[in-house]
């Protein structure tokens, strides 16, 4: 996918010119606070865009610095990687560390991870494809579309070429002809013709496959048997009667699938991932504990760690797209650390993630600009929403600040889920309103205090009831 220049960003005329202090600037539009975690993330990135200017010797030898991000749940460890990946448009996966299981055991081997990883950068790579050619491949649906609407007369059929002088019969019958394509076309663009019915010749799309079982688990390989055996199954078709508007969609898209040459995507995809690609390993802490013996359901925690430490260290995972080196992927590990710590991971492991940043909890002054500097604030959501029904709904300053002071206050007295209370907070304060809203006579909405009060004061003094509601 090109790289592209996110915007408000001065001084900076391609992704190579943005400096870490930009990067940070980027992020503090999406995430409140957290400045250690932004800082080591943009150096990170920074540090792949020098690597990608050495000489390939060098370049080979560099390897990704690998972060952990230590805090609690909610404080915006997830959505940093995230929109660091959006940024500069590298491949993303997360991953729960907590879902794989050591080999031999029945669950998700860590290699899974790479291969997902390829899978989602060769969707990006096909995207941009996609919209190379969407020109063109519109334009061949367009005219595939007028055969089926108007298909031409044999005589213009079997013509090889344009009539000739002293071919008048045939001249004429080829100019009215493309006089009444034209019209076609016209009506077709302005929509005229989206009701009627056309029966369009299609693939058929069905495919044998099988699963082959190893010992890293379940692996569904989808092979076309009529890829091994194309002369026993050969190209079946079949005609299927649809609307206009539907066969356009449908033609387009056969159209992309043919100019796109597939083998190029793949080459691009897999390097993408190689050099580029971003795995957030969620969840770290919950495989960090070491046996203790006695068996249960922990046994395969050190397992686990052992089978990703080549993975994080640099090896080559067998994928359906070819081999793939993980030397140059950058691996952003995160965890609360609640009952362990970093230290109780293996220490070839822990050697692998030299950078470790604390995240640390938010605050009522955090939960006021959460729900109003980001970019998608959260207050700016429901504004949004309810502006869909005709209700402008507007919140005063005070009413930002009671929901942020009974959002400390459950994460204090209950289980502190971070900036994911105020979610829970909000459906139950804008209730009302939500459930309303078509029927409202009065669409302008004011939230202050006083409301805010008597909405959720009830609920926040009752412990045992906003365990469940908020």
Do not use: C, W
């Not at 998700?108 to 491949?137: F, G, Y």
């Not at 595939?144 to 002293?166: F, M, N, Q, S, T």
């Not at 048997?225 to 050969?234: A, M, Q, S, V, W």
């Amino acid at each position: 996918m090109v790289f592209y220049l996110p915007e408000n960003i001065e001084n900076a005329t391609s992704l190579d010119d943005l400096t870490p202090r930009q990067i940070v600037a980027e992020l503090d539009k999406y995430v409140v606070g957290q400045a250690n975690a932004k800082r080591s993330v943009a150096v990170a990135l920074r540090n792949r865009m020098r690597r990608q200017k050495l000489t390939p010797e060098l370049a080979d030898d560099i390897l990704p610095k690998n972060i952990i991000m230590i805090g609690p749940t909610g404080v915006g460890k997830t959505e940093i990687a995230r929109r660091l990946a959006r940024l500069t448009n590298s491949p993303f996966l997360k991953i729960e560390a907590s879902r794989f299981t050591e080999v031999g055991y029945v669950g998700r081997d860590v290699e899974s991870m790479i291969r997902d990883l390829v899978e989602v950068s060769i969707d990006m790579v096909r995207e941009e494809k996609v919209d190379e050619v969407a020109e063109k491949a519109e334009q061949n649906a367009e005219e595939r579309l007028l055969d089926l609407l108007l298909p031409p007369p044999p005589a213009i059929r079997k013509a090889e070429k344009p009539a000739v002088e002293g071919d008048d019969g045939r001249a004429a019958s080829q100019e009215q002809f493309q006089r009444t394509r034209e019209k076609l076309r016209a009506q077709l663009r302005e929509g005229k013709l989206d009701e009627r019915e056309v029966e369009v010749e299609m693939r058929d799309r069905s495919m044998p496959s099988f699963e082959v079982i190893s010992s890293q688990g379940v692996e569904e390989m989808d092979v076309n048997i009529k890829d091994i055996l194309p002369g026993l199954f050969g190209q079946r078709t079949k005609k299927r009667r649809m609307h206009v508007a539907e066969a356009m969609e449908y033609l387009i898209q056969e159209e992309e699938n043919r100019l796109i040459d597939m083998d190029q995507v793949t080459r691009t995809a897999v390097e993408r991932a190689e050099q580029s690609g971003i795995i957030f390993l969620d969840e770290i802490d919950k495989i960090a504990g070491r046996e203790r013996g006695g068996g249960g359901p922990d046994v395969s925690r050190e397992g686990v760690q052992r089978d990703i430490l080549p993975i994080v260290e640099g090896t080559t995972v067998n994928t359906r797209y070819g081999m793939v080196r993980t030397d140059h992927i950058l691996f952003v590990a995160a965890g609360a650390f609640h009952v362990s710590k970093p230290s109780d991971l293996i220490p070839e492991l822990q050697g692998r993630f030299p950078i470790r940043v604390e995240l640390h909890s938010l605050t009522t002054d955090d939960f006021i600009r959460i729900l109003k500097e980001p970019k998608s604030a959260l207050v700016k959501q429901y504004i949004a929403l309810l502006d869909t029904e005709g209700i402008k709904l507007s919140f005063a300053d005070d009413a930002l600040q009671e929901i942020a002071r009974f959002a400390a206050a459950v994460n204090e007295a209950t289980e502190n889920i971070g900036a994911r209370r105020l979610h829970t907070i909000m459906e139950k304060l804008l209730d009302e309103i939500s459930f309303e809203g078509p029927d409202l006579k009065k669409k302008i909405v004011r939230i202050d205090a006083a409301y805010v009060q008597k909405q959720l004061a009830d609920i926040v003094k009752n412990q045992d009831l906003s365990r469940y509601i908020l």
